[in-house]
Nanobody, 124 residues
Framework: QVQLVESGGGLAQAGSSLRLSCVAS????????LGWFRQSPGKEREYVAH????????YYAESVKGRFTISRDNAKNTLYLQMTSLKVVDTAVYYC?????????????????WGQGTQVTVSS
């Protein structure tokens, strides 16, 4: 059983930066691929990025590539999402998730554990 707790969300101006964190506990965290997803009101949960268990291979949605950076520190059991050049369309609740394998995926159905989410609001 993996528990995930996100933090770092808030209100930001367009063009600015935020860093989200997700602390994982329970089990061997490095054995799990970790991902970030987001959901806006009335929309389906959207893939943002994911990274493998060792933290060597990140993947990104096209909409955030070049602006967001996913990373993890397994010594601290923490997943990060550095968000730069924020846009109003980035406004959403951001969730971190852990997959049962070490790869992770762009598909939310591949994830077994989810955090409660942290709100990110970007104003123009």
């Amino acid at each position: 059983q993996v528990q995930l707790v996100e933090s770092g969300g808030g209100l930001a101006q367009a063009g600015s930066s935020l860093r989200l964190s997700c602390v994982a506990s329970g089990g061997f965290v490095y054995a799990h691929g970790l991902g970030w997803f987001r959901q806006s009101p009335g929309k389906e949960r959207e893939y943002v990025a994911h990274i493998n268990g060792l933290g060597t291979t990140p993947y990104y949605a096209e909409s955030v590539k070049g602006r967001f950076t996913i990373s993890r520190d397994n010594a601290k059991n923490t997943l990060y999402l550095q968000m730069t050049s924020l846009k109003v369309v980035d406004t959403a609740v951001y969730y971190c998730a852990a997959s049962p394998d070490s790869s992770g995926s762009h598909d939310p159905l591949a994830y077994l554990y989810w955090g409660q989410g942290t709100q990110v609001t970007v104003s123009s």
